[in-house]
């Protein structure tokens, strides 16, 4: 793994965006920047960080750990579901398919958790009964694994609004998604959590819930977006969760929290100017990135050149 050090060096190299001309039409997201041509969506991550909706400054190679980290996913549930990667010619880039993007975010929930006014752990504290239509057992602790996962739908966010929350039946119900395709949806997001969990226990971590995003690609149903990163999931470290629970003290994160609970640590809280973060911490939040796509995948972690926006076009032009 790359050390503190050789990762403090890179802090002035962080991609916050590509220009690449003629390419395209361009859009930028929160993390990263899409380019839509003759069928196809260059999808190009960067280092930017989305913390309470907002970009705050940049993590090193963060943008080519969800990439690979999210390729690797994609190749270890290939079998379970198709997906919209045609190529990954770069660190940073992923060639994909344009697909039609279902209007649903598939949440699949393996631990009972959360701290909002709407958080499944919330409402079931408060004895709501059947909270997103669950039907779940009582005495369940804040933090304790679910008897089986479970699906939390969500529309997606449009125009700076919030996701608004659904019952599994509501999806249909409301005509979101027809019921046939919908029923394979929830099989596919099932299986790949269940994989996902499987991973995480080697790798000593335990992953708590994910956000799946699905579309349709010649009319079959595949898996689109980013899959299992600390950016996209919610991972806890293995060691010392249960004592945490024995004490009712949180878990330890190893996900993108770390980063949103030292900002919270200095009264951020997303709104006004947000705290400059120190090289040091920056350092500390990459390795977490880095880390958790080396205990995941097995891998060592190798960072591409600098700079990016040259090497992109190069690479994609070799594809050509």
């Known amino acids: 793994m790359l050390s503190l050090a050789e990762i403090q060096s890179a802090i002035p190299d962080t991609l916050l965006g590509v220009d690449l001309p003629g390419l395209g039409t361009r859009i930028q997201g929160k993390v990263r920047d899409i380019y839509v041509s003759s069928g196809q969506r260059i999808l190009i991550t960067t280092d930017r960080v989305s913390a309470f909706d907002r970009v705050l400054g940049g993590i090193p190679f963060r943008g080519q750990v969800l990439n690979q980290l999210s390729a690797w996913w994609f190749e270890q549930t290939r079998d379970i579901v198709g997906n919209h990667v045609i190529a990954v010619p770069d660190p940073n880039v992923t060639v994909a398919c344009e697909a039609q993007s279902l209007p649903v975010e598939v949440i699949v929930r393996g631990y009972i958790t959360g701290v909002t006014s709407t958080s499944l752990w919330t409402l079931y504290s408060q004895g709501v009964e059947r909270p997103y239509g669950l039907d779940l057992p009582p005495g369940l602790r804040k933090n304790e694994p679910l008897p089986e996962p479970v699906i939390t739908p969500t529309t997606k966010a449009t125009g700076g609004a919030h996701d608004e929350r659904l019952t599994p039946a509501e999806v249909v119900e409301r005509g979101l998604v027809e019921p046939r395709l919908w029923s394979l949806v929830q099989e596919a997001a099932l299986a790949i959590f269940r994989r996902g969990q499987a991973v995480a226990r080697r790798a000593g971590l335990i992953l708590v819930d994910t ?16 899959v299992h990163t600390p950016d996209s999931s919610r ?86």
Do not use: C, H
Request: hydrophobic share 40%; glycine share 10%.
């Open 211 to 226: 956000k799946y995003e699905f579309g349709l690609a010649d009319g079959r149903p595949i898996l689109i977006d980013e």
């Open 235 to 320: 991972y806890w470290v293995a060691d010392g969760y249960a004592a945490a629970i024995a004490s009712g003290q949180e878990p330890e994160n190893f996900d993108k929290e770390f980063l949103r609970l030292w900002f919270m640590s200095q009264g951020y809280r997303g709104e006004g100017t947000p705290p400059t973060m120190p090289p040091e911490f920056v350092a500390q939040v990459a390795a977490r990135y880095i880390a958790s796509y080396e205990r995941l995948t097995g891998q060592a972690f190798v960072p591409g050149a600098q700079p990016a926006a040259p090497r992109i076009a190069a690479a994609l032009g070799q594809r050509r």
